[in-house]
Every structure is written in C-alpha cells, then in structure tokens.
C-alpha cells in the first residue's frame, strides 16, 4: 500500500528538549512538506522541500528544522527554540507538477509541558 | 501574501438541509482544494479544482471554483450526520513557497437531528 506515515502518533516531551518527529512515504513524490496544526485553526507551512538534499523555510520555520537526505524521508526537529511547540504535526506529500495535490500522513500530536 | 477565508467558521444544521460553505481567496490561483477533517484525524482530500468554471461532485457535496472572483463553495445537499466535519479550502501560493498549500481556518459543521 502506497502513503505517509509519521510517528510517533502521540508525544510528551518536557520544556527544552529537541524532539524529532518522523515522516516516510513510499509514494515516489518529489515534494515533501511539514505543517502544524493549532486548535480551531487552519494549517502552516514550517518548512518544504522539492528535492532530495534542499529545502526551504515556511511561514513559521523558527524554531524548527529539517534534513532531507533520502527522497522517501523529511523528518522535523522542534527544537529548544520553539516557544510554543505544543500542537498537531503534519507531514504531506506531492508530485512536483500536474495537480500538485497533497496527500497528508496521519500527524503526530506533540505535547511540551 | 496570500489570504485564504472561509465562511462561516462554524455551522450547525439540521439532517435533510442544504447549505453552502465560501472560501475566498486574496490573489491569482487556478489550483484550489477541498479537504475535510474529522477530530483528531488527518486531512483526507475531497476535490481538486483546476480551472475556472470546475465544478465537481461526490455524494452530498458539490464543489466550484470562479477564478475571476476568486471564490469557491462547497455545496452541501441533504446533510446527513456523517458529514460532520470541518472543512478546509486551500490554494496553492507557487510564487515562493515550493506550491506549498495556504488554508483557510476551516469549517466546522455539525449536523443535528
């Protein structure tokens, strides 16, 4: 079966540790994108990349980053630097071209105390 | 920079009814989507349009695009209880972004008895 996964589903983390989230897809697309997620609000871009071993900061990078090493692979690191890291972590997909639409993995919710 | 609005955020109705859902949009796009959300869930695509005029339908939700007034709505005939939700639209910046989505706050729909 083709799609994204992200793990963990869930984590706890405590104030001022770095935590890295996981996102995999084995559907052979170019792109790749992480978005977060806050409650009763739309999504934002944190970063994206197009092509193995570049990528580009999003609308709300600080505090985060990224590596892209394998075309299957983007995980997200929150670092200590994220003032408020707490929210719903989605990583999508696409084809670099055609509809461009965006397939989602099934996020990983991030609690910080 | 691109701004996405939806109207209304919040919607209750009852089962058998129609509705219709706007999503606004701030400059030139021709990629516009649709995605519904279930709590707790990820984002699960529901129509791709691609060109002024586009109209598309699956089930009780018809989706259309008017790329000159840069608007799109989400029909809703007959709602049933399964159809709450809350509903995204987004629009593709390709300007500096990588086509990166930009969404709007979402719909959240509850339909009642």
Redo the contacts between chains.
């Keep these: 079966d083709g799609g994204i996964t992200q793990s963990p589903k869930y984590l706890f983390r405590k104030e001022g540790q770095n935590v890295t989230l996981s996102c995999e897809q084995n559907l052979n697309h170019d792109a790749m994108y992480w978005y977060r997620q806050d409650p009763g609000q739309g999504l934002r871009l944190i970063y994206y990349s197009q092509i193995v071993n570049d990528f580009q900061k999003g609308d709300i990078a600080e505090g985060y980053s990224v590596s892209r090493e394998k075309k299957e692979s983007f995980p997200l690191t929150v670092t200590s630097a994220q003032k408020n890291p707490t929210a719903f972590y989605l990583c999508a997909s696409s084809i670099a071209g055609g509809t461009y639409e965006q397939y989602f993995g099934p996020g990983t919710r991030l609690t910080v105390t | 920079e691109l701004k996405?609005e939806q109207n209304p955020l919040f919607l209750s109705m009852q089962e058998g009814k129609n509705y219709t859902i706007y999503c606004n949009y701030s400059t030139t796009s021709d990629?516009l989507?649709w995605?519904r959300q279930d709590p707790?869930?990820?984002?699960?695509?529901l129509f791709?349009l691609?060109s002024n005029g586009a109209v598309k339908q699956e089930g009780r939700l018809m989706a259309s695009l008017d790329t000159k007034a840069r608007l799109s709505t989400l029909h809703i005939t007959a709602a049933v209880h399964d159809l709450s939700a809350t509903y995204?639209c987004?629009v593709?910046s390709n300007s500096n972004?990588?086509?990166?989505?930009?969404?709007?706050?979402?719909t959240s729909l509850l339909v009642t008895p």
């Design positions: 996405v990629r989507y995605y707790g869930k990820s984002l699960e695509s791709v691609l995204f987004a593709i972004s990588g086509y990166a989505l930009n969404f709007g706050k979402g």
